[in-house]
T-cell receptor
């Protein structure tokens, strides 16, 4: 069965510090991967998605970047965090081997920028 | 761009009552998905709908893919306290990397 992991679960970082959030998927190959941010318990904003290694599409201009160094690894980064980067970050994956595009989410990372 | 209007934004109901929420859009979608999110956790997929007019159940949950492909509803029958959470609809337009458009969520509170 497939599983998705996110690390760390919670993070408190000062303004101006760097960021690295990791997402890994097990039990599937060549998934589409997605990073979302959720502010204050409401709507999900798509930040980045990737259809393969090294292929990143950015949905909104922002202080963040994403990379996909391996097939099942997706990383969200920042060189200098802003207060507005606080939020709940969710990673999701989709298997593109079948007819459907059901997205499955990881447990999330709660980021607080102080 | 595409938008989903999800309503109601919040609901306060008594245990045992039935619940209905819906999503509408000006765009046509090929897939509708419904998720539930508990506090501090990632959304969990409840039901996926692939064909216009399709009616699908998952236990006490029933969802339908609108005939026009621009709307969907989710019903919960005989609500229980563990139904508390935020419910999201999501629509998908194929050939766009599997991207989803999410509604703003319906926050459900169930009073025992």
């Amino acid at each position: 069965s497939q599983t998705i992991h996110q690390w760390p679960a919670t993070l408190v970082q000062p303004v101006g510090s760097p960021l690295s959030l990791e997402c890994t998927v097990e039990g599937t190959s060549n998934p589409n991967l997605y990073w979302y941010r959720q502010a204050a318990g409401r709507g999900l904003q798509l930040l980045f998605y990737s259809v393969g290694i090294g292929q990143i599409s950015s949905e909104v201009p922002q202080n963040l970047s994403a990379s996909r160094p391996q097939d099942r690894q997706f990383i969200l980064s920042s060189k200098k965090l802003l207060l507005s980067d606080s939020g709940f970050y969710l990673c999701a994956w989709v298997s593109v081997s079948g007819p459907s595009y059901e997205q499955y989410f990881g447990p999330g990372t709660r980021l607080t920028v102080t | 761009g595409q938008q989903l209007n999800q309503s109601p934004q919040s609901m306060f109901i008594q245990e045992g009552e039935d619940v209905s929420m819906n999503c509408t859009s000006s765009s046509i979608f090929n897939t509708w998905l419904w998720y539930k999110q508990d506090p501090g956790e990632g959304p969990v997929l409840l039901i996926a709908l692939y064909k216009a007019g399709e009616l699908t159940s998952n236990g006490r949950l029933t969802a339908q893919f609108g005939i026009t492909r621009k709307d969907s509803f989710l019903n919960i029958s005989a609500s229980i306290p563990s139904d508390v959470g935020i419910y999201f609809c999501a629509g998908q337009i194929n050939n766009q990397g599997g991207k989803l458009i999410f509604g703003q969520g319906t926050e459900l509170s169930v009073k025992p």
